[in-house]
Structure formats: structure tokens, C-alpha cells
């Protein structure tokens, strides 16, 4: 096996690279950013890497991807693992389930937090003979580093064995709250966002952070310097479990955000989603909160601490953001400014149809539906991102 070094022109919709000990870590939000405001959760959400993969053109006969991963989980309920997905040509062909890596057990009912390491995990992608187009795409649940990557010779063609690819399709630039990082999807080709841009043929660069699109300027000041050529924001329901302001703060604060971006893209098409239904915060402020009751079964769901009474004083539930967020837009005289209600995409019914899995975040066919309303609305014929759609 021949050792391919891992650098950025092998790896697509990602901030930066950084070399470590044990491997490339994969970062989406850039260094500077990271060195300013070194946010915890922030800074974990960023390393997970949400809708990056390596694209190589190879002639090997196979390639070998070595991953150290770290995951979090309750020391009663795990979520499922992450997982390697796998595009040859352009066909899905295999989900590769990680093994090993380090367990992090987090107890909330102490504060307590404990780790054991495993061992890393070796992806094997066997090949046919002559020339592909792999696509890699790494797990968007768990930190991961890059240990290795690997070629096995076929015969020689006078080439290098693996060839980075330049990106190629509209560049799109989207920021969300865990939604769309892709919880609770079934593997990373089904987060929403990913099954969207793979539709239309988008490059995409998914800023989706769990737990973290909370209106925050250094964010707005990584859009604003990122290569796009449409950009989306879905922001609400991280405002609302956070219980981080008030409807006085935000449309202010979403304002000055929307300023930030287009210093740096005046003209770009930019479409801001409001939240998607949640019955949690339908009515009802936050902040979350783990459901005790559900962990001590040994599930993860989630539950609202807030006072339906409270959204007289100004405390945020998901219709007081969708109305906020409509505010904005309309006062903006912006015409490459694009409100979408998030209702639209995954509404009271859908919820109805398809439950959300923890009360919190839509299943796979929720995802499925989610990036197929996108689709239709914003990039299809007279969605705001039409001439970048696939039929452009």
C-alpha cells in the first residue's frame, strides 16, 4: 500500500486542515475564528465534519482510510455510531459503521465526565480496474482525525495514484443548528442539506453546529469571507432551546448579521428559513433540556423547562422567532433577500407523520422530505437560488 498524503485539495467543504500527533483533524470553521472566541461547544460542533469529504480520482485497486474517532454518550443511553460514506461514480455503494475510537461518557446528573480510548478504525474500499471517482464522506456525529490514507497499485498508468479533484458546481454556503448538522439521519448522504446539494449538483460547505447557530458575529464573519455563490440560514431553534435572548435582542442582533455577510457578499442570493415545527416549543419557551425520565430508560429525548406565560415578557418561542425573523426581512431593501417559513419545509402535520425521534430533531424520511421541500422552493424554477439549480 502506498501512502497518500492528506491535504486540501483532497478534501471538500471544510474551513482548514490541522496536522496533529495522531492525524489531520478536519476543521470547518477557520483558525482565526478559533483562536478569538474558542467557545466550547462551538469549537467541538466545528470538528465534527457535517457534510466534508474527500474526492479523488484514483487508479488503485483499493484505498484504505484510517479514522481515530471520539464520540459522547450517557451512562445510560448511547446514540448510534457514526458512519463512512461511500460514492464510486457517483453511486452510493457502502456505509461503512466507525468501531473502536474513544467513548466519552458525560452524567448529568453529576457533572461527572470519563473516557476510555479504542482502538481506530480502517475503512477498505475495494476498487475495479481502470480510472474512478471516489467520494468519501466522513461521519458528521463524531470528532474525527485522519490517521492515514492508503493506495494499492494497479498497473502502472504513469500517473499518481490519487488525484485531488477541484471542486466544481454553485458554492453553497449554509448555516444552521444541529437539524442541519444531521442529527438523528441515518448516515451523512441523508442529512438534509447534503441530500439537497447532491440534487442539484451544489458544492456545498455546511455550516450546520449543533447546539450553536445562535446569531453569533464571528460566524456571520466566516460567511462573510467564504467563496459562495448562494448562501442559506436556518436559524431559530438553537435561540429558543439556548433561551439565549429576548425578541428585543434578536432582531436587532439578526440585523447586524445579515450586515456582516454582506460585506463581504452584497449581491449574493442569500435565503433566510425560519424554524421548523417543533410541538416542544410550539407556545412554550426554553430552555431544553434532557428528558431524565426518558434516560433513565436508556433514551435520549428532550423536553422544554420554559413557562408558556413567559412569551408575554418577551422570552422566545419558535412562532415569536418566525415571526422576528419575517420582521427582518420585510425591513431589509434587499432584493437578493429570501424568506422562507420553515413551516413550509417540516410543518404541524409532518410532525404528526413523521414524529421527531427525540421530540427535538426530524428521522431520515423527515430529512428526505425537509431537502426535497428545499429543493422545490428554493432552488427549483423561481426559487431564489433557480439559475444555480440542476435544470440551470
Given at each position: 500500500m502506498h501512502a497518500i498524503d492528506i491535504t486540501d485539495p483532497l478534501v471538500h467543504g471544510h474551513a482548514d486542515l490541522e496536522r496533529t500527533a495522531q492525524g489531520v483533524r478536519i476543521h470547518r470553521l477557520p483558525a482565526w475564528l478559533r483562536r478569538l472566541w474558542p467557545e466550547p461547544r462551538l469549537m467541538a460542533m466545528e470538528q465534527q465534519p457535517a457534510g466534508v469529504r474527500l474526492v479523488l480520482d484514483t487508479d488503485a485497486r483499493a484505498l484504505e482510510l484510517t479514522m481515530r474517532s471520539a464520540r459522547g454518550a450517557f451512562p445510560t443511553a448511547h446514540r448510534p455510531r457514526g458512519v463512512l460514506d461511500i460514492v464510486i461514480d457517483g453511486e452510493a455503494v457502502s456505509h461503512d459503521v466507525l468501531t473502536g475510537g474513544t467513548l466519552v461518557i458525560n452524567d448529568p446528573s453529576t457533572g461527572e465526565t470519563s473516557s476510555s480510548p479504542g482502538p481506530a478504525h480502517t475503512s477498505r474500499i475495494e476498487l475495479r480496474t481502470g480510472t474512478h471517482r471516489v467520494e468519501l464522506w466522513l461521519p458528521y456525529s463524531e470528532d474525527i482525525l485522519l490517521e492515514s490514507l492508503r493506495a494499492e497499485a494497479d498497473t502502472g498508468t504513469g500517473r499518481p495514484l490519487v488525484r485531488p479533484v477541484a471542486p466544481s458546481g454553485t458554492?453553497?454556503?449554509?448555516?444552521?443548528?444541529?437539524?442541519?448538522?444531521?442529527?438523528?439521519?441515518?448516515?451523512?448522504?441523508?442529512?438534509?442539506?447534503?441530500?439537497?446539494?447532491?440534487?442539484?449538483?451544489?458544492?456545498?460547505?455546511?455550516?450546520?453546529?449543533?447546539?450553536?447557530?445562535?446569531?453569533?458575529?464571528?460566524?456571520?464573519?466566516?460567511?462573510?469571507?467564504?467563496?459562495a455563490d448562494v448562501i442559506s440560514l436556518k436559524l431559530g431553534i438553537n435561540l429558543v432551546g439556548g433561551d439565549i435572548m429576548r425578541r428585543r435582542a434578536l432582531v436587532p442582533a439578526m440585523h447586524g448579521f445579515l450586515d456582516t455577510i454582506r460585506q463581504g457578499h452584497p449581491d449574493t442570493p442569500l435565503v433566510?428559513?425560519?424554524?421548523?415545527?417543533?410541538?416542544?416549543?410550539?407556545?412554550?419557551?426554553?430552555?431544553?433540556?434532557?428528558?431524565?425520565?426518558?434516560?433513565?430508560?436508556?433514551?435520549?429525548?428532550?423536553?422544554s423547562t420554559g413557562d408558556p406565560a413567559d412569551t408575554a415578557g418577551g422570552r422566545l418561542d419558535l412562532t415569536a422567532v418566525r415571526e422576528a425573523l419575517a420582521e427582518v426581512c420585510a425591513a431589509r431593501e434587499d432584493?437578493?433577500?429570501?424568506?422562507?417559513?420553515?413551516?413550509?419545509?417540516?410543518?404541524?402535520?409532518?410532525?404528526?407523520?413523521?414524529?421527531?425521534?427525540?421530540?427535538?430533531?426530524?428521522?431520515?424520511?423527515?430529512?428526505?422530505?425537509i431537502a426535497e421541500r428545499f429543493v422545490e422552493r428554493v432552488f427549483a424554477d423561481g426559487g431564489a437560488f433557480a439559475q444555480h439549480g440542476a435544470s440551470a
Open positions: 458554492r453553497w454556503v449554509h448555516h444552521g443548528s444541529s437539524i442541519s448538522h444531521g442529527s438523528n439521519a441515518a448516515t451523512p448522504l441523508g442529512t438534509w442539506p447534503v441530500l439537497a446539494a447532491r440534487a442539484v449538483g451544489a458544492d456545498l460547505r455546511n455550516l450546520g453546529f449543533g447546539g450553536s447557530a445562535l446569531v453569533d458575529a464571528p460566524v456571520a464573519q466566516a460567511i462573510r469571507d467564504a467563496p433566510l428559513v425560519s424554524p421548523l415545527h417543533c410541538s416542544l416549543f410550539e407556545g412554550t419557551p426554553g430552555p431544553s433540556a434532557l428528558d431524565p425520565q426518558a434516560l433513565a430508560r436508556g433514551e435520549i429525548r428532550f423536553m432584493p437578493q433577500l429570501h424568506h422562507i417559513d420553515g413551516l413550509d419545509l417540516y410543518g404541524a402535520q409532518d410532525e404528526a407523520e413523521l414524529p421527531l425521534p427525540d421530540a427535538l430533531h426530524p428521522g431520515p424520511e423527515a430529512h428526505a422530505r
